[in-house]
């Protein structure tokens, strides 16, 4: 059985940080695009960040130069280095796992994912 699970989560002050994980059974990271997404209440689910083969293939804009998605194949482990946090951060984070078809930014989309984990909360104060 497939499955993610996001963890990590919690309240921190605005300029604070976070690590996220994503644990993996049932596949391994290595065959797969594993990708980070958001979604604030109201509003649609975004792409945040993803990886394949150990490179990392994009950051959003919002997030770049303050988010890293390192990774530890070994544990079919992802995370989701939060720092400099800012309030528009607060949203739920999922990690998901699929197999993108190759045109550009496919990886960003959510509907090219198939396994999804139950998402894991962050709010940020100001």
């Known amino acids: 059985e497939v499955q993610l699970q996001a963890s990590g989560g919690g309240l921190v002050q605005a300029g604070g940080f976070l690590r996220l994980s994503c644990a993996a059974s049932g596949f391994t990271f290595d065959d797969y695009t594993v990708g980070w997404f958001r979604q604030a209440p109201g509003k649609e689910r975004e792409g945040v960040s993803s990886i394949r083969h150990g490179r990392v293939q994009y950051y959003a804009d919002s997030v770049k130069g303050r988010f890293t998605m390192p990774s530890d194949n070994a544990k079919n482990t992802v995370y989701l280095q939060m720092n400099i946090l800012k309030p528009e951060d607060t949203a739920v984070y999922y990690c998901?796992?699929?197999?993108?078809?190759?045109?550009?930014?496919?990886?960003?989309?959510?509907?090219?994912?198939?396994?999804w984990g139950q998402g894991t909360e962050v709010t940020v104060s100001s």
């Open positions: 998901a796992a699929g197999q993108p078809e190759w045109y550009t930014d496919s990886y960003t989309k959510t509907n090219e994912y198939d396994y």
